[in-house]
């Protein structure tokens, strides 16, 4: 069934009213304010000053990024106040579980890299990003609800990289502790037939204090830009491939993670991997018209995975096996026009499409691991098939889209648009009983939602002296998308209800210190409806369900002080509240109220503090101090997880162009329960070990 749900009037005509009454006192203040500071382009589409949007948004320069060694999200949004981004979870250890705003879920974010979400049809594919190369990260909390076919709820990653013919011209090899080694390079490359050009190239293999998990990976990326009819032609092309051993996800039994499995104890079968090949080509044209810049974008992308491996059960006996084969297809183009409509009004309008596909085959079964590693561990070949699980999932997401953003004058911005969503799925899911043919089953899905997402904004300028500045800022965003997929082994024939959420968010932003410290400080209440959260039956198994109501809450803080022209030290810090307003969950067979409890794994306390000192020669050095605070590991509430810290450092001595450096991650090896699994009966991957690299580096 269709239905159209229309986001909530008075909001949106609210910011539109508050917007045309303060054209008059606007007017009034003549001065005009210095734009200083980074352009961003996640919020808006068109390069816009991140000062002037009316959304949180934090901004990770590339340079910063590679001065700390940064090789994954977490290290990336350390600095990122109330963000976390825990490395693992149930795609493996090339992956991570990012969180804002109290929300610990793998699909509540929106991933984009240089425009295009990556995953975006089913789940953000972060085993495939790539941090080589990267110009700069925009972090927008909230959701996008505009912009984008895939949208978010609680934040947007934007990875942008160096455009065709720019780079960081950067090479670096490391070798690091558990036989562990990276190596990477960025270069522009020559033009080629009036072309632009650049290249990409990174390849690792990563141990671990888990004897048989590893990482390797081996990726590449291409990008040429020219001239064409009065335009820029794009082609983008990248291409990885990414091998790993997963850990054991470790069970929760009663109010604590279980003591009877050693730390770093491996328990999936002998021929455990998940293996992914992914190709992704981009291709992008930019042209002016009488109405504005038209810009228009194609990607296609094509996975194949492999994932083979096991979950100790709770009972600390049994262990579910599942040998799979999964390939997706993730497509994208959108249109649009940025009109420039004259009195400080552009209007970005058009249409995108995301296309999914996604088929599976598990085939799942069961054994009985030892837990002190007494009994070999068995290959899933050799099990019996329990069952065969099938999955073929298609989706289509259309939208119409409008947003206008207008500089009343040199204090006012009012952001708003709307986004009209057409989303079609269509599920088929079989299921092969490998013990009585009569539980055979089948079952044929198909859900289609039509219906507004939209929002609306405004920042003002309350004060500015040369660089330095105040801006007050407000919005209000309405949401939602389908549910997520998450090609797990059981068999999950229905198809959820959308989740969706409206948000409301006030803060200041500004710089203070002839530009030298930036800060930013916003309060959010976000309230969700629908949001999928998984649990257990009687038997162990998952269930995924749509959860009543909940309520996400807190105020969140940051600053970036340049000390010196090489010395820069950023605080974070943030308060959440995170809960169920109304939920009756189904947990081992049993119902459990939970409204009014917190959300697993949500921290009301979060913080950092970093240090970066990184002069053109001579001693250099970083270091970040992360602060997480106790959490909760079910539902009910019953089994915390205490507060924990973790240190990254990094000192070396630089040579003119080359340098030599020392770097850590986790110096006081904290071992935490960080992500839940879906697909573990009640169990959680742990953070990884202390790691230690030595890097070899060079700037040309």
């Known amino acids: 069934m269709s239905k159209l749900e229309r986001v909530p009037k008075s909001a949106l005509a609210g910011g539109v009213a508050a917007a045309l009454a303060s054209l008059a006192a606007g007017a009034a203040c003549a001065d005009t304010a210095v734009e200083v500071g980074p352009l961003e382009v996640t919020a808006t589409r068109v390069p816009e000053p991140a000062d002037r949007v009316p959304v949180y948004m934090s901004i990770l320069n590339g340079d910063d990024l590679r001065a700390r060694h940064v090789a994954d999200l977490r290290g990336a949004l350390a600095t990122v106040a109330g963000a976390e981004a825990p490395p693992g979870g149930d795609a493996g250890p090339a992956s991570a579980v990012p969180s804002f705003w109290g929300l610990h879920e793998f699909d509540a974010f929106l991933l984009v890299v240089d425009g295009v979400p990556l995953g975006g049809a089913f789940n953000p594919a972060i085993p495939d990003l790539d941090l080589t190369d990267v110009e700069r990260i925009e972090v927008l909390k909230g959701a996008a609800p505009v912009l984008y076919g895939a ?15 720019q780079a960081a011209n950067h090479i670096e090899a490391g070798y690091g502790t558990d036989s562990s080694w990276r190596a990477d390079a960025s270069m522009a490359l020559p033009d080629f037939a009036g072309f632009r050009q650049s290249l990409a190239i990174e390849g690792k293999r990563e141990g671990f204090s888990d004897p048989r998990e590893r990482l390797s990976d081996g990726r ?3 990008r040429a830009a020219g001239d064409l009819a009065g335009g820029t032609l794009r082609l983008d092309f990248d291409f990885s491939a990414v091998r790993t051993v997963p850990p054991s996800a470790v069970p929760r039994v009663g109010t604590a993670l279980t003591a009877l499995t050693p730390l770093d104890a491996n328990y999936n079968p002998v021929d455990a991997h998940i293996d992914e090949d992914r190709t992704h080509g981009v291709l992008a044209y930019s042209h002016p018209t009488p109405l504005g810049q038209w810009d228009t974008t194609l990607s296609l992308a094509s996975s194949h995975i492999a994932d083979v491996r ?4 709770s009972d600390l006996v049994n262990a579910d096996s599942q040998n799979q084969r999964r390939k997706i297809d993730d497509d994208y183009a959108d249109s649009h026009i940025s009109s420039e409509l004259g009195r400080g009004v552009n209007l970005t309008w058009g249409a995108d499409l995301l296309y999914g596909r996604g088929t599976q085959a598990s085939r799942n079964g069961g054994y009985l691991p030892a837990l002190d590693g007494s009994t070999p561990l068995p290959a899933t070949t050799d099990l019996h098939v329990d069952e065969i699980n099938g999955v073929y ?17 040199s204090r006012w911005d ?27 089953s089948y079952a044929d899905r198909t859900r289609n939602v039509t219906r507004l997402s939209g929002m609306a904004g405004l920042s003002y300028r309350a004060w500015n002296s040369g660089t330095d500045e105040a801006i007050l800022y407000a919005d209000y965003r309405n949401t939602f998308k389908p549910a997520a997929l998450d090609f797990g082994p059981d068999n999950t024939p229905n198809i959820l209800q959308p989740e969706s959420a409206q948000s409301y968010e006030a803060g200041i932003k500004g710089r203070l210190a002839d530009g030298r410290l930036d800060y930013e400080a916003g309060f959010f209440l976000l309230d969700f409806t629908n949001l999928v959260v998984v649990t257990t039956d009687a038997a162990g198994d998952q269930i995924f369900q749509n959860a009543g109501g909940e309520r996400l809450k807190g105020v969140e803080a940051e600053a970036h002080w340049r000390l010196a022209p090489n010395l820069t030290l950023s605080a974070a810090g943030a308060w959440h509240d995170a809960r169920f307003t109304h939920y009756v969950a189904a947990e081992g067979g049993a119902n459990i109220d939970v409204s009014g409890n917190q959300l697993t ?17 001579g001693l250099f050095g970083s270091a970040t101090v992360t602060y997480v605070g106790r959490r909760w590991l079910d539902l009910a509430n019953t089994a915390p997880a205490g507060a924990y810290a973790t240190v990254d450092a990094g000192l070396g001595y630089r040579w003119r162009r080359y340098s030599l450096a020392v770097n850590a991650t986790n110096l006081g090896d904290q071992r935490p329960p960080v992500t839940a699994s879906e697909f573990g009966d009640q169990s959680f991957y742990l953070l990884p070990a202390r790691k230690v690299f030595v890097d070899l580096t060079a700037n040309f």
């Open 151 to 165: 949208t978010a709820f609680v934040g947007v990653i934007q990875v942008i990289h160096y455009p065709a013919g």
């Open 414 to 440: 009012f952001n708003g648009g709307l986004r009209l969503n057409e989303t079609h799925e269509h599920k088929r899911s079989t299921h092969i009983d490998g013990f009585d043919p009569a539980n055979n």
């Open 310 to 313: 096991g979950f100790l059960r």
């Open 601 to 617: 794994l949500s921290p009301h306390w979060l913080g950092s503090l970093g240090l970066v000192y990184a002069p053109p020669s």
């Open 220 to 222: 590449v990326l291409y």
């Open 393 to 409: 999932d298609q989706r289509v997401f259309v939208g119409e889209y409008a947003q206008l953003d207008w500089k009343l004058d």
